[in-house]
């Protein structure tokens, strides 16, 4: 065969190291692009001369959209056949990454666990991403629910890793640069609120909604290049357990991530994934809403200029957060999409 069917569970094997096509530069156009579709409005990585006097070289990519590509790249190889994205650990976002830059991508198979229908299996892979001169920009541990080509086919090595429930804060943001936290313009950021500002416990409810187009999810996955089928096949979605094409999850991450600026516009990049999971599918004609919860607040070894934010981020569909719609019991509120466990940076 000279095409690729996509692997499926049984073609895993523990330990392997997967490395992915193609590299990927990603230039002021996917920036321009990534902003359309989301809307992000941090002042980083909005303006070149905001970015300098702060202290970076210039705008810096969103690290999100950092986080999409490097994503992307593992699917063809990773969750081409995947039912869904289940969750993330151990995410670190190690250094700025710059328009013009080209991002290639590693993945190491960390986890393998049959379902107990024997239809499917989860696999947990620990990806990295590393730029042109090999340095590593982001690594991160995801898992995915992958089906089986044949149900009797036997697994021969089965294990689940033991993650981090956190990423440590001397661990985050190791390649950041010195920044000057006084020549960070509060005005111009279109905030007033720094570090300080926050306490552990306060909840944010983010306020505004996007409604999630056809459109512009088909745009997002191809910019990503992530050719996951239950996001483009619309034909073959029609048999499935939802009967239509699902959102990449990634999407909403990146939705909720561009309404937090509303409550949130200082937290000027992200260090860390401590812990993710996509609660419920979104689908287009979905509104998207958010709040926030500060978990912890952290110093950085040896850094005067920035702190941490430790924030867990509700997405909803549907369903506006005045209430911040949660978990109930042993489940969530049925609106609920998301539920993300992450670092963000703030001057002080």
Request: glycine share 10%; charged share 20%; with cysteine.
């Amino acid at each position: 065969m000279k095409t690729n069917p996509g692997r499926f569970f049984e073609d895993f094997r523990l330990g392997e190291t997967i490395r992915h096509a193609t590299p990927r530069t990603v230039t002021a156009g996917d920036v321009a692009l990534y902003t359309a579709l989301y809307g992000p409005r941090f002042a980083v990585q909005s303006s070149d001369a905001f970015a300098a006097a702060f202290g970076y070289t210039r705008a810096p990519l969103d690290d999100l959209l950092v986080f999409h590509v490097v994503f992307g790249k593992t699917v063809p190889d990773i969750s081409l056949n995947a039912v869904a994205n289940l969750g993330y650990a151990e995410g670190r976002f190690l250094r700025p990454v710059y328009p013009g830059e080209t991002l290639n991508t590693v993945s190491e198979v960390i986890g393998l666990k049959e379902s107990s229908n024997r239809q499917t299996g989860v696999v947990y892979v620990r990806s990295t991403g590393t730029d042109a001169a090999g340095e590593v920009v982001l690594s991160y541990c995801r898992w995915v629910l992958v089906r089986k080509r044949d149900p009797e086919a036997a697994i021969a090595v089965e294990a689940v890793p033991t993650l981090a429930k956190a990423v440590a804060p001397e661990d985050l943001a190791a390649g950041l640069p010195p920044l000057n936290a006084q020549a960070y313009d509060l005005g111009l950021a279109g905030s007033p609120h720094r570090l300080g500002d926050y306490a552990v416990g306060e909840r944010i409810d983010h306020v505004d909604g996007m409604t999630v187009e056809e459109a512009e999810h088909q745009i997002a996955t191809r910019l990503f290049q992530n050719t996951a089928k239950v996001h483009f096949d619309g034909y073959a979605a029609k048999d499935t357990r939802f009967g239509k094409r699902l959102i990449y999850g990634g999407h909403v991450i990146s939705l909720a991530r561009a309404l937090s600026f509303n409550g949130l516009g200082n937290a000027f990049a992200i260090a860390g994934i401590n812990a993710g999971r996509h609660v419920a599918p979104l689908f287009s004609g979905d509104t998207v809403y958010a709040w926030s919860e500060v978990l912890a607040v952290a110093d950085l070894p040896g850094r005067s200029d920035v702190g941490a934010l430790r924030l867990r981020t509700v997405a909803t569909k549907n369903q506006p957060c005045g209430a911040h719609p949660d978990k109930t019991g042993d489940g969530y509120d049925p609106a609920v999409i998301l539920d993300l466990d992450y670092w963000v940076l703030m001057p002080r």
